[in-house]
């Protein structure tokens, strides 16, 4: 089946740095990438929607020069957390749509530990 | 807002007995999925469902879904103590691609 990958898997960083996380799509190409944030016990909240050569939609309440998103090509879409706060430490899924296929299924990468300190 | 909520929130069965989750949506749908995710680790996909059917297996799942209801019910026969594992719906509005997930039923299989 398809594969997204992210990397890092894991990662810390200091409050007040930024930190970039990529999802790419490993044999299919995405022209539409999503976003998700996951704090612990609870569901996965959509957070934006990532186009191939455009700008991202976000999702309501979600601020978009903090999580900056660019997906500048059709297997590559990352994402900014700009001046990373404690309170941003989430795990960060992204999937990725295969236009190959009509069924609306979308395959999900493994995931962020974003931790920060 | 989440489209999709789950119940029961929490689960907890002996191994070998059968397991079954609900979740309710709020707007017409293409599709609905399911997935289960064992904690801290990413998203397994178990099974989709579209609009137009009513009831899907796989293995030892089964799916059904009632769209005049807005539901759909996952049913786990024969569970193990490997299904241990948060379950999650997703549901994609009409229209769109985007799937909004639901709030999760944390299943506890006891060996």
């Known amino acids: 089946g398809a594969v997204v990958s992210q990397h890092p898997s894991w990662v810390i960083c200091k409050s007040g740095t930024s930190v970039k996380i990529e999802c790419r799509s490993l044999d299919f190409q995405a022209t539409t990438m999503f976003w998700y944030r996951q704090f612990p016990k609870q569901s996965l909240m959509l957070m934006a929607t990532s186009n191939e050569g455009s700008k991202a939609t976000y999702e309501q309440g979600v601020e978009k020069d903090k999580f900056l998103i660019n997906h500048a090509s059709l297997t590559l879409s990352t994402l900014t957390v700009t001046s990373a706060h404690p309170e941003d430490s989430s795990f960060y899924i992204c999937s990725a749509r295969d236009p190959g296929t009509n069924l609306g299924e979308q395959y999900f990468g493994p995931g962020t530990r974003l931790t920060v300190t | ?111």
């Open chain 2, 1 to 111: 807002s989440q489209q999709g909520e789950e119940d029961p929130q929490a689960l907890s069965i002996q191994e070998g007995e059968n397991a079954t989750m609900n979740c309710s949506y709020k707007t017409s749908i293409n599709n609905l999925q399911w997935y289960r995710q064992n904690s801290g680790r990413g998203l397994v996909h178990l099974i989709l469902i579209r609009s137009n059917e009513r009831e899907k297996h796989s293995g030892r799942l089964r799916v059904t879904l009632d769209t005049s209801k807005k539901s759909s019910s996952l049913l786990i026969t024969a569970s193990r103590a490997a299904d241990t594992a948060s379950y999650f719906c997703a549901t994609d509005a009409s229209g769109t691609y985007k799937y909004i997930f639901g709030t999760g039923t944390r299943l506890k299989v006891l060996a």
